[in-house]
């Protein structure tokens, strides 16, 4: 994109464009921060760029308003068509299950809190949860896309290189002379080498301790019901699963949910069976456990149908829709295996049991990782161990699974 240095376009010429990224950004008639603002833009509105001083960047819009803004706060058209690719995109992902906003909520153009927030959750508002990432929080400022780069100063030779330039024609320098046979024992080299590595192993120890963990932050991805996309701090949404079964999550926190069907209780009216998978610790994974519940009427409260946890399992977990032709409902999980490869199982509730009745290997899409993260990679994975693998295989044994 070509920045122009100053004001004195004529009509004729093409003007840079750029959009608001922010929900409203306020466009001040004269560069001061005592001037009060002339118009709101909003975002997604499209400005011609005029002037650039520092960060602050002369626009005009549309409607031939001119004015002066922060350049944090325009994207590049680039930028906005990468944007407009992954809304359309995520537009397409199935829904892990709604949640709610504690408060007010911003939802960012990407997982970052520096990035821009274009609209909000409002307190209370439903949102579907579409995909979940790790992201390690910035530390610094970010940069703004209209700013020339400083041009780096001329190097400068020293006197003895432009005399040596001009010496070129003398003779060459004499080899310099060897050093004698004992001279790492005249000078004592085996006891500084190893004073110099002790020093070096010191500072190491130093570096480490000063050195400060990286601040890892999940944001979630979700979808409004006005079909706007964007990214939100995964703390403070809740996931809109009844508190009767949210109870069981035993401080674990609920990453999706699905309605495997509803139960008819003459007591307490209409339940529902559930599905839900559960994440413990901040792995790149999106889910370490999942588990079935179902609604005893006979002693009108939820119970464990099947459970598995110790897992690496990734969105999206699939529920076929109700059919009242076949029997059961049908859900898939893919999980990576401790031999690496990933694998969808397809699983068959028949009300009160769950059953495995399939098993493939599963390459994930590309575009896919884009938007939640590559399995593996971030925070180490913790791994199961044999004791809880086959603690796991007889409670599944025991519970009629596989």
């Not at 002339?38 to 499209?46: F, P």
């Not at 910035?138 to 010496?167: C, L, Y």
């Not at 999706?256 to 069907?261: E, I, K």
């Not at 490869?341 to 049991?353: E, K, N």
């Amino acid at each position: 994109m070509l920045l122009l240095g100053g004001c004195n376009s004529g009509p004729q010429q093409q003007l840079p464009q750029a959009y608001i990224a922010p929900a409203t950004a306020a466009l001040r008639p004269q560069l001061t921060q005592r001037t009060t603002s002339a118009t709101v833009l909003k975002h997604g509105e499209r400005v011609s760029v005029l002037d650039v001083r520092r960060r602050y960047v002369k626009v005009r819009t549309t409607g031939g308003v001119e004015g002066w803004i922060d350049s944090y706060d325009l994207l590049s058209p680039e930028e906005m068509q990468r944007i407009e690719r992954e809304r359309a995109a995520a537009l397409k992902l199935p829904s892990e299950g709604r949640a709610t906003a504690y408060e007010t909520l911003n939802i960012h153009l990407d997982p970052s809190r520096k990035s821009p927030a274009f609209t909000q959750i409002a307190e209370g508002a439903p949102v579907e949860v579409l995909a979940r990432r790790l992201v390690a929080r910035e530390s610094e400022p970010p940069r703004s896309i209209f700013t020339f780069e400083k041009p780096q100063p001329p190097v400068r030779r020293s006197k003895k290189e432009r005399a040596g330039k001009n010496s070129s024609k003398q003779p060459p320098k004499p080899p310099a002379p060897k050093p004698p046979k004992n001279w790492q024992q005249t000078w004592g080299v085996d006891n500084d080498a190893e004073n110099a590595e002790s020093d070096v192993r010191e500072e190491a120890k130093t570096a480490a301790k000063d050195e400060k963990p990286a601040i890892v932050e999940s944001w979630t991805l979700v979808r409004t019901e006005a079909h706007q996309t964007g990214w939100a701090l995964t703390r403070n949404l809740m996931m809109a699963i009844p508190d009767e079964v949210a109870q069981y999550a035993g401080g674990a926190r609920i990453t999706s949910y699905f309605d495997l069907g509803a139960v008819n209780d003459e007591r307490d009216g209409t339940k529902h069976n559930w599905l839900w998978t559960t994440a413990t610790t901040m792995d790149p994974a999106d889910f370490d456990a999942w588990r079935v519940f179902l609604w005893n009427r006979r002693r009108h409260r939820y119970e464990t149908s099947y459970r598995r946890h110790g897992i690496e399992g990734f969105f999206p977990v699939h529920v076929d829709p109700a059919d009242p032709t076949r029997f059961g409902r049908t859900f898939e999980i893919i999980t990576k295996d401790d031999d690496g490869r990933m694998r969808r199982r397809t699983y068959l509730f028949d009300g009160t049991l769950v059953h495995l009745i399939a098993t493939e290997d599963y390459q994930r899409p590309t575009e896919q990782l884009s938007v939640s993260g590559a399995p593996g990679g971030g925070a180490a994975v913790r791994k199961p161990s044999w004791l809880a693998r086959e603690w796991d295989r007889v409670k599944a044994m025991v519970h009629g699974g596989r």
